[in-house]
């Protein structure tokens, strides 16, 4: 079974569906075991679904309840890809 550390550096790819099965499944199983990594990625999806609902359209105002610093690591990103 996959450690904690080990299903973390895999995370991105198995969200985004790039693992081969035998690895998809090894994630799968250590999410199902592993009750902080469950909680991990159930918030991580929703950092992503609220990411993508407070950028819906380049020209919407950022709300002011997003900090700042998240603001500035999110510009940083989008500048580098």
């Known amino acids: ?11 991105v790819d198995y969200l985004e569906g ?8 090894m994630c799968w199983l250590h999410v199902k075991m592993c009750r902080e990594c469950a909680y991990f990625i159930r918030q ?8 993508q609902q407070a950028f ?16 500035k690591a999110a ?3 989008r500048k580098s890809n």
């Open 44 to 51: 991580y999806r929703r950092i992503i679904v609220l990411g």
């Open 75 to 77: 510009l940083a990103h």
């Open 1 to 11: 079974m996959l450690t904690c550390k080990e299903f973390d550096a895999f995370m």
């Open 56 to 71: 819906d359209s380049p020209d919407s105002a950022v709300p002011d309840s997003v900090p700042e610093e998240l603001v």
């Open 18 to 25: 790039g693992l081969p099965v035998w690895q998809k499944f």
